[in-house]
């Protein structure tokens, strides 16, 4: 797909995963912290989600679980500032580098993805909890 500059780019939410929830397709929207380039989490984005974070700088996501918009650290505070926006070559996944503070994980962790997992399938945690999230989100 080759853009002019007048064009307006837009991933291809057509492609995405049906939400009952919303009646929406959404599209996986993949957090990475800007400067380390580690993977702190994994959304969905739907074309409100995309709009709003293009236009505020700030990660909105989708939350399938409430059925909504949901702006990152709009309870516990741990926002993601979105320094770049890359779409991959079939236009059906979203990757944002995002300057994060705080957890990006609800359980409290810098990343959601905390946990390893052996060839014989034993799990360790690999990191410290930076908040509890009871005192985050009640």
Same mark, same amino acid.
């Given at each position: 797909m080759?853009?002019?500059p007048?064009e307006? @780019?837009?991933?291809?939410?057509d492609a995405?995963?049906?939400c009952?929830?919303s009646g929406?397709?959404?599209?996986?929207a993949?957090?990475q912290?800007? $400067?380390?380039?580690?993977v702190?989490?994994?959304? &969905?984005?739907? %074309? $409100?989600?995309?709009? %709003?974070?293009?236009?505020?700088?700030?990660?909105?996501?989708?939350?399938?679980?409430?059925?909504?918009? &949901?702006r990152?650290?709009e309870?516990?505070g741990?926002q993601?500032i979105?320094r770049?926006?890359q779409?991959d070559c079939?236009?059906?996944?979203?990757?944002?580098?995002? %300057?994060?503070?705080?957890?990006?994980?609800? %359980?409290?962790?810098?990343?959601? @993805?905390?946990r390893?997992?052996?060839?014989g399938?034993?799990?360790?945690?690999? $990191?410290t909890?930076?908040?509890d999230?009871?005192d985050v989100?009640?």
């Open positions: 080759t853009q002019t007048s307006t @780019f837009q991933p291809n939410f995405g995963t049906y009952e929830a929406d397709r959404l599209l996986p993949i957090a912290d800007a $400067e380390s380039g580690r702190l989490m994994l959304a &969905w984005m739907n %074309e $409100e989600a995309w709009r %709003e974070t293009l236009q505020t700088g700030r990660a909105v996501y989708f939350s399938r679980s409430r059925g909504k918009l &949901w990152k650290g309870t516990s741990h993601q979105v770049t926006v779409v079939d236009a059906d996944t979203i990757l944002l580098h995002v %300057e994060q503070t705080g957890a990006a994980c609800h %359980e409290g962790y810098a990343s959601c @993805f905390f390893d997992v052996d060839s399938g034993q799990v360790s945690v690999r $990191e909890r930076l908040v999230p009871a989100y009640g």
